[in-house]
């Protein structure tokens, strides 16, 4: 089934970069998304299986592509309502929807290999899919983004190769040359301990240019606030969970070896830094795109500590980051209506959203109160679940810093989706203002619902998975 | 003698560091192609054609000829000036090469592995932290791009050290180069060119908060 996803794959992307017409660019894409969403079926019933070698249907794996099957689909919708409202050329569209195509298969790849060689590989394909998605404007802005984007991610694939390079090193004592995640796992007490720490610094840090995490965040702020929206919603969430789980692979290995505290420390640091400075930059900022973007850092932030915490965290931080997905794409979603009412990003030129457009007004409420975890955010639970975790690892200081660090964003955030509802726009001519379909805003409700029953009432195949995600970190 | 190689390359670092001039880094980048096809012509001792024609192609005619005759290229078509523009001294800058140097051999000893030559290690590791300090202390954006050249050089060596046992991995390496070095020279480097007039990072700031 692999080759028959990667074969549609290559079929749909190729056609619709050939073949520039209206009615066969849509019928590609839809013939895709319907692949996509029934690719995870198909994992499902083959769980534990491992197809053409290099793919391995885990646990951890078919989370994530059940969560990006899910957001892909609407990510399409939206895309398609973009290119639809933009009166975009048909050039920009084949390249918009191929380049769409692309990154949500190499995402797909990615988080079910079993290889770390075929991550890395399809880590490095999701920056050229990225990189044609956020140029898509061709201003001198997107041009910026794109560049910016480009070169901090190919030091960060860069980084991730001399890591794997390491890693060689540190294997080689075993007698072993195979770099799967199994043979990893069976080797692991014999690794040389030098080289995996050498290594799993360079992989780390590597992936955190996709992760949104400190140091190497800057890149996937700009991108996510270049590049379209419904393009941004998948780079602010399939993108960030395949370097999860590229990082996360690799964490499970740690952990069971004695470097697990070293490694906890060094990730801890990065997550409490990455939520510091999330929080610092969203008090200032204005740009409502890039406040989203700064969110996604502190809650990847957040989840890096839950793991840390480890116990009832590790099973938080996995439902975290799968709610977030849904919640963040969400209001990625919303985010193309705010832009096709106001013209603009800047909080300051928005305002009165409630009177030009009170379904999406709803849904940006729902979906301010989701991402802050205010019940009956899915969130609250998970975040609830990680702050009690730090309790019972008796780590009170660094859950009292969050803790402050969390209310500030809460307030720093509410203060501009507040002032985007309910206060008076500046100097905005609203006799122009287009009336938007409230069917546009169905797929957010259902996302943010979604997190709801997810967090409060998840059903048990959902709960063993995580489980059984977690299943091989030491407590 | 690979490791009077690798010490040549090491100084190529070091000439790196002080150099002013733009033309002085294309030439030493294609040295560094060169050096790199010696090194793993003797290193690389029981591989098989097809191999040595790909590392041949990728040092010899990509590293040494293809990019720099690029940035060549893209020096005269956009008309940069021909200084290097450093944010700090060049005494500075060697100073600081010295030191990722020495750090580096520092920390080399601290390996317990048999199975690897430090020299290759030490070369490696400081060509791509040199690569990271001359991207980060330069000021125009054809520089960042040689730094990044240098990083990739460095990756090409620790890959070399690893090779003889895993080929498929200095293949990876290769792939990644010249994946990586296409999406940046060839359409981002032109492309900003033509739209910023002066290729310096100072005009890259308009993505904002506010």
């Not at chain 1, 890149?219 to 969970?241: R, Y």
């Not at chain 1, 890039?290 to 439902?319: K, P, T």
């Amino acid at each position: 089934m692999t080759l028959v996803y990667i074969i549609v794959v290559l079929i749909s992307g190729i056609t619709i970069i050939l073949n520039r017409s209206t009615i066969v660019n849509y019928a590609m894409l839809i013939l895709f998304i319907i692949v996509q969403c029934l690719f995870p079926f198909v994992v499902l019933s083959n769980k534990g299986a491992t197809q053409l070698s290099y793919f391995t249907f885990d646990s951890i794996g078919i989370l994530l592509l059940c969560t990006l099957s899910i957001i892909s689909i609407p990510a399409a919708w939206h895309g398609y309502i973009y290119i639809k409202t933009h009166n975009e050329t048909r050039q920009s569209r084949a390249i918009y929807f191929s380049a769409l195509i692309m990154l949500i298969s190499a995402i797909s790849l990615g988080v079910v290999s079993n290889h770390i060689a075929f991550t890395w590989i399809f880590t490095e394909i999701t920056t050229l899919a990225a990189s044609a998605l956020i140029y898509h404007h061709r201003n001198k802005l997107a041009l910026e983004g794109t560049w910016k984007y480009i070169f901090i991610c190919a030091i960060s694939i860069t980084f991730v190769y001399v890591g794997i390079l390491f890693l060689n090193l540190a294997l080689r004592a075993t007698g072993s040359h195979d770099l799967s995640y199994a043979s990893l796992m069976e080797h692991r007490n014999g690794l040389n301990t030098f080289w995996l720490k050498l290594s799993f610094l360079f992989i780390f840090t590597g992936f955190t240019a996709k992760m949104s995490l400190v140091p190497m965040f800057t890149a996937s702020i700009d991108a996510k606030d270049t590049a379209p929206a419904p393009a941004g919603a998948l780079l602010a969430t399939g993108l960030i969970n395949l370097g999860f789980i590229g990082f996360f692979r690799i964490y499970v290995i740690m952990a069971n070896t004695p470097l697990h505290k070293w490694t906890n420390i060094l990730i801890g640091t990065a997550g409490i830094l990455s939520v510091f400075m999330a929080t610092v930059y969203m008090l200032r900022v204005k740009n409502i795109k890039r406040m989203l973007a700064y969110s996604g850092m502190e809650h990847m932030g957040i989840v890096m500590i839950g793991i840390v915490s480890g116990g009832i965290g590790y099973y938080a931080a996995i439902l975290h980051i799968i709610l977030h997905s849904f919640i963040k794409s969400g209001l990625f979603f919303q985010f193309t209506q705010i832009y096709r009412v106001f013209q603009n990003k800047n909080i300051y030129y928005t305002g009165y959203y409630f009177r030009y457009n009170v379904t999406g007004a709803i849904a940006l409420l729902a979906g301010f109160f989701c991402i802050t975890a205010i019940p009956p955010s899915g969130m609250f639970v998970s975040e609830f679940l990680i702050f009690k975790s730090l309790f019972d690892s008796h780590m009170l200081l660094v859950m009292i810093v969050l803790f402050v660090l969390l209310t500030t964003i809460i307030w720093a955030f509410g203060k501009n989706v507040f002032r985007l509802l309910f206060q008076p726009p500046v100097a905005f001519d609203d006799s122009n203002v287009p009336v938007i379909s409230p069917w546009e805003s169905t797929s957010q409700f259902i996302l943010f619902a979604l997190a709801v029953w997810l967090g409060f009432n998840p059903p048990p195949e959902f709960v063993s998975l995580i489980k059984e995600s977690v299943m091989l970190l030491p407590n | 003698m690979i490791h009077v190689f690798l010490i040549i390359f090491l100084i190529t670092l070091f000439y790196l560091s002080i150099a002013n001039r733009m033309l002085t880094y294309i030439k030493v980048l294609a040295l560094q192609g060169m050096i790199l096809f010696a090194v793993s012509f003797m290193q690389l001792s029981e591989i098989n054609t097809l191999n040595l024609v790909l590392i041949l192609l990728e040092t010899i005619v990509f590293k040494s000829l293809a990019v720099p005759l690029f940035l060549a290229y893209v020096l005269k078509r956009n008309r940069i000036t021909r200084e290097a523009e450093p944010f700090v001294p060049n005494f500075v800058s060697l100073i600081i090469v010295t030191l990722i140097v020495v750090s580096t051999v520092l920390l080399s000893y601290s390996i317990h592995d048999v199975h690897l030559d430090r020299m290759f290690f030490v070369v490696a590791f400081s060509s791509l932290m040199t690569g990271l300090y001359i991207i980060a202390s330069r000021r125009k954006i054809i520089t960042h791009v040689m730094g990044y050249m240098i990083i990739e050089n460095g990756v090409f060596i620790l890959s070399l050290a690893v090779g003889n046992e895993m080929p498929a991995m200095v293949n990876l390496g290769i792939m990644l180069d010249i994946f990586a070095s296409v999406l940046i020279l060839g359409i981002f480097l032109n492309k900003i060119g033509d739209v910023f007039k002066n290729v310096d990072i100072d005009q890259l700031s308009n993505l904002k908060d506010y």
